[in-house]
């Protein structure tokens, strides 16, 4: 006789649980995304409509002149400048020599633009352009306390300052003069008028300087030094939220007045090489390589967030104009704007629960248009708008992909685990 026997198959015991999918935790990237609140908004566009006619081919850099209202403009070979109100742009220089730049002074009761270029200058008041040749070559400029400091061209260690304007070099009592810093900064890269202190920011660090006594007793020192552990990158010096921010090799860094602080680390924000940057109130943004969108990508950092985003614009040069900072793309200048048309975010894969699990449903919160793609074990799955969505599948580990048209406050997942 056969006995019976009863058995009974134990199946693993699950229970419902959500899961905040819109984590650091679980973030592998995100673009244009900037935080904000309880969520993140998209962070900068593009102006549809442009401030500036049309730019020559090969702009390569900018200039704007808050004090005249004019755009300078320079491509590998010429220089151009498109005076305020203008509907096209005039050349002002054919050739190159060097290292050319622009400073703005007042002179003779004219808010007035120097165009330095080897030993030629072009003078721009607003409503005439003068042209003149000097006897000094400089590398970079800054006017200070009604007078003309700059750096030697051949020698990135000698400061010259003017007897008044930037064309008066005339030696004496009253005169112009010049003086050494140290040499532990390395060359001069750029000046800054920094309140009652010149700023220069040199090859491996600050120094300020201290211009003061009578014109016939004038003097100027360096004050202060503040070295960085690498080289400064030249052009990502900008000026930015009372700050001068700049780029080495590692991270972005700020000098406040009285030390340099890291403001961000490239290597924990997957940037490098660095190539040029501007600013404008407390944004400051940079052309650099980003590890997950290539090189030649612009990166945002918001001084008064202390946070940075990376973005998909490719500028060929940045700049601050009358109204906030302006990226060239193509011959056309756009206005940076701070509402951005739309987000990214990508997760890293996500084990809910630590085990494999059975992702029913997904909520998406966002204050525009959303989409949410998830998938897991070769299958894919895209589900738009905000609200509850049935997902009914299965894995181990499932990845996020969501792009948002507005502030994205949440993304959760109800699964079985």
Not at 338 to 361: E, F, I, T
């Amino acid at each position: 006789m056969k006995i019976r026997t009863t058995k009974t198959t134990h199946y693993p015991r699950t229970t419902s649980k959500t899961f905040e999918i819109l984590s650091d935790e679980n973030c592998n990237y995100a673009v244009n995304a900037k935080k904000s609140g309880d969520g993140l908004l998209p962070g900068v566009s593009l102006a549809t409509q442009t401030t500036f006619p049309s730019l020559p081919q090969g702009v390569n850099r900018a200039y704007y002149s808050q004090g005249n209202g004019a755009l300078y403009l320079l491509t590998s070979s010429a220089a151009y400048r498109i005076s305020k109100g203008a509907s096209s742009y005039t050349s002002i220089a054919t050739s190159l020599t060097g290292n050319p730049f622009f400073t703005d002074m007042y002179f003779n009761g004219y808010a007035v633009t120097v165009f330095c270029n080897g030993y030629s200058r072009v003078i721009y008041t607003g409503l005439a352009q003068d042209t003149a040749t000097d006897t000094k070559r400089f590398y970079c400029a800054a006017v200070h306390c009604g007078r003309f400091f700059a750096r030697d061209y051949l020698d990135g260690f000698k400061l010259w300052w003017s007897a008044s304007h930037a064309l008066d070099w005339e030696e004496g009592i009253y005169g112009c003069g010049y003086t050494y810093l140290p040499v532990e900064g390395g060359a001069i890269l750029r000046l800054y008028s920094y309140g009652d202190r010149l700023i220069a920011v040199r090859e491996r660090g600050i120094t300020v300087i201290r211009a003061y006594g009578d014109p016939q007793n004038y003097k100027v020192d360096a004050s202060a030094n503040y070295m960085t552990a690498d080289g400064i990158i030249e052009d990502t010096c900008a000026e930015s939220g009372g700050k001068i921010i700049f780029c080495t090799e590692s991270g972005i860094f700020a000098f406040d007045g009285s030390g340099i602080d890291r403001l961000a680390s490239f290597a924990a924000e997957g940037l490098s090489a660095p190539q040029f940057a501007a600013a404008s109130g407390d944004m400051y943004y940079l052309v650099c390589t980003i590890s997950t969108l290539g090189s030649g990508r612009m990166y945002c950092f918001d001084l008064s967030e202390n946070y940075g985003w990376p973005t998909t614009l490719t500028p060929r040069a940045l700049f601050e104009g009358p109204d906030g900072a302006y990226a060239v793309s193509g011959n056309v200048a756009f206005k940076i704007v701070q509402s951005g048309q739309s987000l990214q975010w990508l997760s890293l894969p996500v084990a809910l629960g630590g085990r494999a699990a059975y992702l029913k449903k997904l909520r998406a919160c966002c204050d525009g248009d959303v989409s949410v793609s998830v998938s897991s074990l070769g299958v894919s799955r895209t589900f738009s708008g905000s609200g509850e969505h049935v997902v009914n599948m299965a894995g181990d580990e499932f990845k996020f992909t969501v792009t948002a048209y507005g502030k994205l406050r949440s993304v959760q997942a109800q699964a079985e685990v």
